[in-house]
């Protein structure tokens, strides 16, 4: 029996096609602990990959200095995400450390085609959901830290952490480390060109099957 869950995901899934002219949507979807470096990549992908069109995903955390609304992220305040949910404007969406939310707008997904694919920068439980959603039309890959040793230097060289919220991206990336196997690939992140050049490859070959 179907439960409110998997009908919300089936109606969701059913309306995004709908709105695709070609019936099938190719959605590539990178997700990592905090730090790992999905971001640099995603800027690699963009750049070498023709017709890639990134999605902004919602989130209520702060703008850092370099960051602009509606490019990096689409910046709101909690109220307004909740509104969203509500709205069932979100195609996914998770409470990714104490009261900042992040989530990805079915508006940002739903023309996506072969032509015209999708790139997802999301936390991981978000793109276990995208998977579970669209099967063979999204390609997830989760990017790894080499050791989790070597993640803590990264986000401490990035200068934006206290030593409470690095903590607690350790403590996170700890627990996410463990749904690596559940993802179509895993490329660990050790020298950054082998990473690039590697997802590269996955990519293309999702693209043209």
Same mark, same amino acid.
């Given at each position: 029996m179907a439960t409110h869950e998997n009908r919300t995901e089936?109606?969701?899934r059913t309306s995004l096609l709908a709105t695709n002219a070609n019936g099938t949507l190719k959605i590539i979807v990178l997700?990592?602990?905090?730090?790992?470096?999905? &971001? %640099?990549?995603?800027? #690699?992908? *963009?750049?070498?990959i023709p017709g890639l069109r990134f999605s902004v995903s919602a989130t209520t955390r702060p703008a850092r200095a370099h960051e602009t609304d509606g490019v990096h992220y689409?910046?709101? &305040? %909690?109220?307004?995400? #909740?509104? *969203?949910?509500?709205?069932?404007a979100l195609l996914e969406f998770e409470e990714v450390y104490h009261g900042r939310f992040y989530g990805t707008l079915k508006t940002e997904v739903e023309q996506s085609t072969a032509e015209a694919p999708v790139l997802l920068d999301i936390d991981v439980?978000?793109?276990?959901?995208?998977k579970n959603l669209y099967q063979d039309e999204a390609l997830t890959i989760f990017i790894?830290?080499?050791?989790?040793?070597?993640?803590?230097?990264?986000?401490?060289?990035?200068?934006?952490?206290?030593?409470?919220?690095?903590?607690?991206r350790v403590q996170t990336a700890t627990r996410e480390l463990n749904y690596a196997p559940s993802f179509d690939h895993v490329v660990v992140n050790e020298v950054l060109e082998i990473a690039v050049e590697e997802t590269i490859e996955l990519v293309r070959s999702f693209l043209h099957t």
């Open positions: 089936q109606t969701t997700t990592a602990p905090s730090g790992a470096g999905k &971001t %640099t990549i995603a800027r #690699r992908l *963009l750049e070498v689409h910046f709101v &305040t %909690t109220e307004r995400f #909740r509104e *969203l949910i509500t709205e069932g439980k978000g793109a276990l959901r995208v790894q830290p080499p050791s989790l040793e070597e993640l803590a230097r990264r986000l401490s060289k990035r200068g934006t952490e206290t030593p409470e919220t690095l903590k607690e």
